[in-house]
């Protein structure tokens, strides 16, 4: 069984620049969720995609935009990149809540610098 | 909005000894999880509870949860090296975002 692999694990941008992360969702999970992790602090909800569809938001701009793919895999958007967007960003993966535990599956995480 | 808390925040202990880690949520919710993250690291899944008088445990750790009291606890017992890290709780609230607590940051003296 494959775990949620996130890619690039490592970045660095410079204000104003964007930046796309990817992840690719555990087998047969077909919810995936971002959350922002800021330097000693607790992941913070960005939203969740479920079958292609944003299904919910967190307290986040609009210039934070994400897709989901038919195989499950997601993207996040960034645009217009703030110094205060410098954080972990992870992924995770669930099967839906309604007939499972809801447990989320974290991949490792892309850390992303703005400069 | 739902806040999660913990208690302590930070937390040194020797080993061999045992502490609780408090969970405070402020509004109703049924379903809470315990993860750890090791420095640097991603977070790992611990414990599930889902329901009112839930319990469980693996190896040194037990975690519990009454959802009356809006209140989880996670013990340590004998604690030994190996369990240092940061532990995190998190309420599934409206069925599609968790919120975390603050987190709790364990260091195990030898």
């Known amino acids: 069984e494959t775990g949620v692999t996130q890619s690039p694990t490592h970045l660095i941008k410079t204000r104003g620049q964007q930046v796309t992360l990817r992840c690719s969702s555990q087998s047969g999970h077909n919810t995936v969720s971002w959350y922002q992790q800021a330097l000693g602090q607790g992941p913070q909800f960005i939203f969740q995609?479920?079958?292609?569809?944003?299904?919910g938001r967190g307290n986040f701009p609009p210039r934070f935009s994400g897709l989901q793919f038919p195989n499950y895999s997601s993207e996040l958007n960034v645009n217009a990149l703030e110094l205060d967007d410098s954080a972990l960003y992870l992924c995770?993966?669930?099967?839906?809540?309604?007939?499972?535990?809801?447990?989320?599956?974290f991949g490792e995480g892309s850390r992303l610098t703005v400069l | 909005e739902l806040k999660v808390e913990q208690n302590p925040l930070f937390l040194s202990m020797q080993e061999g000894k045992n502490y609780t880690i408090y969970c405070n949520y402020s509004t109703t919710s049924d379903r809470l999880y315990w993860y750890r993250q090791d420095p640097g690291k991603s977070l790992e899944s611990l414990f599930v509870l889902l329901s009112n008088g839930a319990v469980k445990q693996e190896g040194r750790l037990m975690a519990s949860l009454d959802t009356k009291a809006r209140l989880s606890t996670l013990h340590i017992t004998a604690a030994v090296h190996d369990l240092s890290a940061t532990y995190f709780c998190?309420?599934?609230?409206?069925?599609?975002?968790?919120?975390f607590g603050t987190g709790t940051s364990l260091t195990v003296i030898p």
């Open positions: 998190a309420v599934d609230w409206t069925g599609n975002q968790f919120y």
């Open positions: 995609y479920y079958r292609e569809e944003e299904n």
């Open positions: 995770a993966s669930s099967l839906s809540r309604r007939r499972n535990t809801g447990e989320l599956f």
